[in-house]
């Protein structure tokens, strides 16, 4: 099974990274005694941060922007608080490579270091 899937599609499994976040937003923070006074709100936050493929063609990296091109996605990644996989509504971050290969017309046959972040888009599926 796939580290990630996005709209259905399986991503190939990253190379380097991939790092779990779960952020907690409050209301407030600490008062002039310096003690917590906030309160949190709504649900936590998720991101899949830092996912990297050390090398891709170009074709399966086209294939994985386009599938962004939609920019928020159903995304199913790991749950690591209930150590299960969830789905979730994301949105891309930046989306960076390093052409390496190219063919005689210019274009990139193959990329190295490509990466890219997932953030939450606030709904759970």
Partial sequence: MAVI??????FPSPD???NL?????VSEGKN?????????????QHKFENLQWK????????TM??????????ARIPDMAHNRMMTIRMY??????????FD?????TRYMDCKVNFVDAGVIE
């Fill in 5 to 10: 899937t996005i709209n259905g599609r399986e």
């Fill in 16 to 18: 380097i990274g991939g």
């Fill in 21 to 25: 976040v779960v952020a907690t937003n």
């Fill in 32 to 44: 002039a005694l310096g003690e917590f006074i906030g309160q949190r709100v709504g649900r936590d």
């Fill in 55 to 62: 090398f891709l063609d170009a074709a399966t990296w086209a």
């Fill in 65 to 74: 922007l386009q599938e962004l091109d939609k920019f928020v996605v159903t």
């Fill in 92 to 101: 891309p971050g930046n989306r960076t490579a390093t052409p390496i290969e």
């Fill in 104 to 108: 005689k017309d210019g274009l990139p």
